[in-house]
Each structure stands twice: as C-alpha cells, then as structure tokens.
C-alpha cells in the first residue's frame, strides 16, 4: 500500500513538473515576443518623438534583455547534455517564468504610459483635421459666452466675475493659438522635424481643451450663481431666527461675540438691487451661522470650573 501511494505521489510530482516546463517554455517565449515587438515600438517613437520622450522604454527594454539573457541561459542549461536533478530543472523553470512574467509587466507598464503619445502620432491628420473643426465650433459660441458675462455684469460685481470675466477674450487667443501651432505641428511634419511636430500637436489640442473648458464655465457660472443666490436667501432668514433664539437662551460672552459676528455678517449684504457676490455672501454668512451654533451648543452644556470640580472631589471624598 505505501509503494502504491509513494508511486502516485511522484507521478503527480512529475506532471507539476512537466506543467511547469511547459510554461516556462511559453512564458520564454512570450517575453521574447514581447521584446521584437516593443523594439519596433521604440524604434517608431524614437523616430516620431524623440529621445527624451522615449528614454523610459528604452530603459526599459536594455533592462528586460539583460535580464532574459539569464532565462535564455537557464533554458539552455535544462535542454544541454548534462544530467539534471529534478528540483535543479524545478527551480529553474520556476525562475524562468519569474523574469518572463517581470519582463512583460515592465515592457506593459511602460509601453501604456507612452502609447497616448503613440497613438497621437498615428493619428495627427485626423487630430489636426479635428483641432481645426473643434476650433470653429467653439468660435460660433464665443459671441453667446461674450453676451452671458455682459448681462451677468449687470447683476453681479468684479469680484463675482472674476472666474469667468475674462473667459471671451481668453478663449479668442486660445483659438488663435490651437490653429497657429496645428499650422506649425504640419509643417514640422512636412520637414522631417517630427518631434517638434509632435510637441505642437500636443499644444494644439490642450488649447482646443481649455477654450471648451472656459466656454463651459461661462453656461455653468449663471446657474450656480443662481444656486446660490437662492440658498442665501434661505440662510439670512434661519440666521435671523438663530439670532432671536439665541437671545432667548443662555448668554454667555462667546454667544454674544459670536452673536456680533452675525449680525455684522448680515449688515455687510449689499442692498436689494446692487450688484453682489452671492458666492463670497454666503460663505461669510455660513462660517458666522456655524461660529453662533457651536457657541450656543457650549452654552447649554457650560464645562464646570475648576473650583467647581474641586468642590465635587471633596463632597465625594467626605461621602
């Protein structure tokens, strides 16, 4: 009976070992695969975008062929003339399959991060075509943005205005740039000077990308100012009702500076009809109403003094 299980257990032990032969084989194999593949990746984006941009993948790839020449060593070892014990072509094959698996996951990584680049590269005709396209989009809703801010500069003031002010005239240059640096991308490519075409590329794509950003502000601004017109008026009144409650309650002198403050706060709103900042009002009212609560929270539960807790030792000391 132990012959019989001793025999089943190195049978099993033989066809882990077979399996992990085999997949050290494919795993070799794969990284080796990985490696031609790669080579021709650097070697196009090299050409594309230049040295700097590539030297992580480059590194990258002398690394992982450093490295596989040792598996390609140890895959020798296991298929030369020389006898091997089983847990020698064990640990080797284990080790094979440790530097394929690394040799890929290194190559992934780094191939990811500079595929975005890649990619652009492949397709400039068509960003460009689309850099231009976008940029007559977003001109049509330019006068629309320029419209917005002069009728919201009658109802809100400078300092309201301030996030989206500007925005027309900045979007105006933005376009101007997206198309004088897709002019300067296409002639980099027509010269050969194709890291430089690359870089304007890029360039005109984040100008295209921030003017829609700032258009998008525009239309987003009047709603949210809104919004907050509406919640201050809902803040003025709960702080006037906090205020009448807190002179009903306890009065301690944290309440009633916290009181001042308030008040103070809601004597600073502008006055019906001038042009306000409904955003920096209601933040100053907000951080006063919220001093005036926690105030009035320690007022109703006053921490004892010192004498106090003096006296309430010694009354349970005598007890």
Same mark, same amino acid.
Do not use: C
């Given at each position: 009976?132990?012959?019989?299980?001793? $025999? !089943?257990?190195? *049978?099993?032990?033989?066809?882990?070992? @077979? %399996?992990?032969? /085999?997949? =050290? &084989?494919?795993?070799?194999? +794969?990284?080796?695969?990985?490696?031609?593949?790669?080579?021709?990746?650097?070697?196009?984006?090299?050409?594309?975008?230049?040295?700097?941009?590539?030297?992580?993948?480059?590194?990258?790839?002398?690394?992982?062929?450093?490295?596989?020449?040792?598996?390609?060593?140890?895959?020798?070892?296991?298929?030369?003339?020389?006898?091997?014990?089983?847990?020698?072509?064990?640990?080797?094959?284990?080790?094979?399959?440790?530097?394929?698996?690394?040799?890929?996951?290194?190559?992934?990584?780094?191939?990811?991060?500079?595929?975005?680049?890649?990619?652009?590269? $492949? !397709?400039?005709? *068509?960003?460009?075509?689309?850099?231009? @396209? %976008?940029?007559? /989009?977003? =001109? &049509?809703?330019?006068?629309? +943005?320029?419209?917005?801010?002069?009728?919201?500069?009658?109802?809100?003031?400078?300092?309201?205005?301030?996030?989206?002010?500007?925005?027309?005239?900045?979007?105006?240059?933005?376009?101007?740039?997206?198309?004088?640096?897709?002019?300067?991308?296409?002639?980099?490519?027509?010269?050969?000077?194709?890291?430089?075409?690359?870089?304007?590329?890029?360039?005109?794509?984040?100008?295209?990308?921030?003017?829609?950003?700032?258009?998008?502000?525009?239309?987003?601004?009047?709603?949210?100012?809104?919004?907050?017109?509406?919640?201050?008026?809902?803040?003025?009144?709960?702080?006037?009702?906090?205020?009448?409650?807190?002179?009903?309650?306890?009065?301690?002198?944290?309440?009633?500076?916290?009181? +001042?403050?308030?008040?103070?706060?809601?004597?600073?709103?502008?006055?019906?009809?001038?042009?306000?900042?409904?955003?920096?009002?209601?933040?100053?009212?907000?951080?006063?109403?919220?001093?005036?609560?926690?105030?009035?929270?320690?007022?109703?539960?006053?921490?004892?003094?010192?004498?106090?807790?003096?006296?309430?030792?010694?009354?349970?000391?005598?007890?």
């Amino acid at each position: 009976m132990a012959g019989f299980w001793g $025999r !089943r257990k190195r *049978e099993e032990q033989d066809a882990a070992d @077979a %399996d992990l032969a /085999r997949r =050290a &084989e494919l795993a070799i194999v +794969a990284a080796d695969e990985r490696v031609r593949l790669t080579s021709d990746e650097l070697d196009f984006a090299r050409a594309e975008l230049g040295d700097k941009a590539t030297e992580d993948l480059a590194a990258a790839l002398e690394s992982v062929r450093t490295h596989l020449a040792e598996a390609f060593q140890l895959h020798q070892l296991n298929h030369d003339e020389i006898p091997d014990t089983a847990e020698e072509l064990r640990t080797r094959n284990a080790r094979i399959i440790q530097l394929s698996k690394w040799a890929e996951d290194l190559l992934e990584e780094r191939t990811l991060v500079l595929q975005p680049k890649i990619d652009a590269v $492949r !397709r400039a005709p *068509e960003i460009l075509a689309r850099v231009r @396209a %976008d940029r007559e /989009r977003l =001109a &049509e809703r330019v006068p629309h +943005a320029r419209e917005v801010v002069e009728r919201l500069a009658q109802r809100y003031n400078d300092t309201a205005l301030q996030q989206i002010g500007g925005n027309p005239d900045e979007i105006d240059q933005l376009l101007d740039f997206a198309v004088h640096t897709a002019g300067v991308s296409e002639r980099r490519r027509e010269a050969g000077q194709r890291e430089q075409a690359s870089v304007a590329l890029e360039a005109a794509t984040e100008a295209v990308r921030r003017a829609e950003s700032l258009l998008d502000a525009v239309d987003t601004f009047e709603i949210e100012a809104l919004r907050a017109e509406s919640t201050l008026a809902g803040i003025i009144d709960d702080s006037r009702n906090d205020l009448a409650e807190a002179r009903r309650g306890p009065m301690t002198p944290i309440v009633a500076q916290a009181m +001042a403050n308030l008040e103070r706060a809601l004597a600073a709103l502008p006055p019906a009809g001038s042009r306000t900042d409904p955003f920096s009002s209601l933040s100053a009212l907000r951080q006063a109403n919220a001093e005036l609560d926690v105030a009035r929270e320690r007022a109703a539960r006053p921490v004892p003094s010192q004498e106090q807790v003096e006296h309430a030792i010694d009354d349970a000391d005598r007890q």
